[in-house]
C-alpha cells in the first residue's frame, strides 16, 4: 500500500519507527544515593548543640529503617562512639568525646 501525500502514514511510520527504537534502549540510571551509615549518625550527633537527641529523632533524621538503626547503634556503643541514658522510652543518644573527635574527621 502506498501513503497518499498529506496523509498520516509517514507520521505514524515514523512514530512507530522511534517508539521501538527507544524501547530497546536502556533505562537511565537513577541517581545515586548513599546509604545512611553509622558515620550519619556520628555526624547528626554532632551537629546539635548538645551533642544529643532522643532516639527516635535521631532514627528519624538518619533515614535509616529500625533493624539497621538499631544495629548501628550497637556498633557506635561497642566503639564508645555514643551513649545511651534515659529510660527505655525516653533514651537520649549523647556523643561521647570519642564520638565527636571520630565525627570531625570525617
Known amino acids: 500500500m502506498t501513503s497518499k501525500p498529506g496523509s498520516f ?10 517508539a521501538s527504537s527507544k524501547s530497546t534502549e536502556a533505562p ?15 555526624e547528626i550527633l554532632s551537629r546539635q548543640v548538645q551533642r544529643s537527641l532522643p532516639i527516635w529523632d535521631l532514627q528519624s533524621l538518619s533515614g535509616m529503617d529500625a533493624t539497621r538503626f538499631r544495629d548501628a547503634l550497637k556498633s557506635l556503643r561497642a566503639l564508645d562512639y555514643v551513649a545511651v541514658d534515659g529510660d527505655s522510652l525516653d533514651e537520649v543518644i549523647r556523643l561521647t568525646d570519642k564520638g565527636a573527635e571520630a565525627a570531625s574527621l570525617v
Open 28 to 42: 537511565a540510571p537513577a541517581p545515586y544515593a548513599a546509604p545512611a551509615t553509622p558515620l550519619t549518625i556520628l
Open 9 to 18: 502514514t509517514p507520521y505514524l511510520e515514523s512514530a512507530n519507527s522511534n
